[in-house]
Antibody
Framework: QITLKESGPTLVKPTQTLTLTCTFS??????????VGWIRQPPGKALEWLAL???????RYSPSLKSRLTITKDTSKNQVVLTMTNMDPVDTATYYC??????????????WGQGTMVTVSS | QSALTQPPSASGSPGQSVTISCTGT?????????VSWYQQHPGKAPKLMIY???KRPSGVPDRFSGSKSGNTASLTVSGLQAEDEADYYC???????????FGTGTKVTVL
């Protein structure tokens, strides 16, 4: 059974850097075709894809946020970390991490974490 | 990279069908057969309902079907049930530079 869980601060100040951790179980990020992505959703608004890291350390970023995002993985800890610099109140959102497997459901997120709400305010 | 365009709302009575459109460009929806659809109930995480335009993950009822024509993808929910009332989002691969884009979302109401 695949599960993912996001963790990190619930409140950050403007200009600070946000660090979110996705801790997962039921799969290995060293298995061919597997990836973990981050998606966010501001309150009452649509989903927005942020970043994705694959088993082979290939990393993809949203073009509009690329300069502010870094995604890394720690295969031994079953964790993926997303950092976002220079946080602004418009970055207030629920942040989700999700599993992807190019062999079973290409280019789709088949299992999602519960999400973590991050508020940006001074 | 602009979000894919979906109608804000759609509705139908129990037992009826509802179809949601997802309009992109030749650089995303029209260029690849990598359109997926997600269902999201209030306060919950999204759930994958359709991938690769028309394929259903295990456990998703066959009342849910997907299709694509040109730059527009569609999700049809047949035999509407009360539990189908939710927000629905499409997503598409958008090439090696833009990579992935979500739709604006559609709220489906079961009357």
């Amino acid at each position: 059974q695949i599960t993912l869980k996001e963790s990190g601060p619930t409140l950050v100040k403007p200009t600070q850097t946000l660090t979110l951790t996705c801790t997962f179980s039921g799969f290995s990020l060293s298995t061919s075709g597997v990836g973990v992505g981050w998606i966010r959703q501001p309150p009452g608004k649509a989903l927005e894809w942020l970043a994705l890291i694959y088993w082979n350390d290939d990393k993809r970023y949203s073009p509009s946020l690329k300069s502010r995002l870094t995604i890394t993985k720690d295969t031994s800890k079953n964790q993926v970390v997303l950092t976002m610099t220079n946080m602004d109140p418009v970055d207030t959102a629920t942040y989700y991490c999700a599993h992807s497997d190019q062999h079973s459901s290409p280019d789709a997120f088949d299992i999602w974490g519960q999400g973590t709400m991050v508020t940006v305010s001074s | 990279q602009s979000a894919l365009t979906q109608p804000p709302s759609a509705s139908g009575s129990p037992g009826q069908s509802v179809t949601i459109s997802c309009t992109g460009t030749s650089s995303d929806v029209g260029g690849y057969n990598y359109v997926s659809w997600y269902q999201q109930h209030p306060g919950k995480a999204p759930k994958l309902m359709i991938y690769e335009v028309s394929k259903r993950p295990s456990g998703v009822p066959d009342r849910f079907s997907g299709s694509k024509s040109g730059n527009t993808a569609s999700l049809t929910v047949s035999g509407l049930q009360a539990e189908d009332e939710a927000d629905y989002y499409c997503s598409s691969y958008a090439g090696s530079n833009n990579f992935k884009v979500f739709g604006t979302g559609t709220k489906v109401t079961v009357l």
